[in-house]
């Protein structure tokens, strides 16, 4: 703890009610800041889907080596996860951050140079599943942990529909320039938008309460700025240490296995080939968009409503549930999808909108239950078997539409997924057997 002095007395004077009544609390802006730099990081990940059939018609290559790249760049953002957290505790959000868009930023437009599908494995998969692994969900838990007390449920519902909205502003968009113009200048509009968010994402951060002098919202009134610990560990082993530690507790492996499904049951199967799947049942691609952005509409709704429940009800309650509602409805998939928008492929996207990644509130708050102060990165490595899950979800998918012609099989495995995840989910331990601590 860095305080005490002058500081502690500024303080004080900061924190006190009467104060604090008639200003508005840093954390929001921190927060809107947060939530700016996830929408324009999703920009991207939400652009391969909608990229991957003009690219093939253009260029003339197999849906397997775009679904390569395409999984690379969501193991990368898996993996990149932990580290980022370690990352951030050590150099702080902002550098992280900038780092990571403009990452993201020179991926997207040297993607639109892609000639052979090694290029497009550089930039879509190596560089921007490293910028947007920089700013992955354990970003949103980072600052729900740092600066709220209070509504950190909320918080971490509303910044991780956060993706969502970005899913929502940018699939349409890049999906018409994809038709209209070419996809090479959809590459180029997203590089440029992650541009325009950079320096305001920055300004609005900040690494903690106390670098203002404050206490993060809900603190008692008489409570005192405290900085984040900051390990002297180095980042990367500071990662692999707390993975260390969480492997000896069953219940980080029934998180792993559960969020893994999670994973494949979304990034890697639904926001990869929805708009393909579609397309081979004669949709257009731009309605297919169309479909996918507005399951970002309710995925909006879904994931804040699921951080308010997860204020209230058991979070292995809630995964359970959610995770038997999306098995339902990747179960009836391949009887909705045609050439046209039917009212029962509507209801599929509300339902699987609201349960997107309504999972990730719950999850989050297990791991600060079980796992402590080394809950975000514990979070990291979870988010990493996310990814995982959905890299190979991405493949096998391709692989299977490639050697049947359809993607019911995927469909059904992933359904019967779903149950597993749910029954997993369901009994995970109120206590860690041995808990984990720095």
Known sequence: MRCGGPRSRHTRLVT?????????????IVAGAGLLALIGAAGFRSAPSALMVPIEQDLGWSRTDISVAVGINILLYGLT??????????????????VALLLI??????????????????????????GTGSMALVFAALIADRW??????????????????????????????????????????IAGIALVVLPFAVLGLRNSPAELGMTPYGSPADALPAFPPRSAVPPARRAVQVLARAARVRTFWALVVGFAICGATTNGLIGTHFIPGAHDAGMSETTAAGLLALVGVFDVVGTIASGWLTDRINPRILLAVYYAGRGVA??????????????????????????????????????????????PVVYGWVFAAHQIGASIAAVVAGVIRESSGTYTTAWFGAAGLCVVAAVISAGIARRSAAPVTS
Do not use: K, N
């Not at 996860?81 to 900038?98: H, I, K, N, S, T």
């Open 16 to 28: 006190s009610p009467e104060r604090r009544a008639h200003r508005l609390h840093p954390a929001w």
């Open 105 to 130: 930023a020179a991926g997207a437009a040297l993607s639109s140079l892609s000639t052979a599908p090694w290029i497009l494995v550089a930039t879509w998969g190596v560089l921007i599943g490293l």
């Open 330 to 375: 990747l179960l009836l998939l391949p009887y909705l999808l045609a050439s046209t928008v039917q009212p029962p492929v509507l209801l599929f996207v509300v339902v699987y909108g609201l349960d997107w990644v309504a999972t990730v509130p719950p999850t989050a708050a297990l791991c600060r239950e079980l796992f402590g102060v080394d809950g």
């Open 148 to 189: 709220f007390l209070r509504r950190r449920g909320l918080i971490t519902g509303v910044l991780t529909a956060g993706s969502a909205a970005g899913q929502l502003v940018f699939l349409p968009i890049v999906a018409r320039l994809a038709v209209d113009s070419d996809w090479r200048i959809a590459s180029l509009v």
């Open 81 to 98: 996860a932990p580290f980022a957290a370690a990352l951030m505790e050590r150099f702080g959000l902002r550098r992280v951050v900038a």
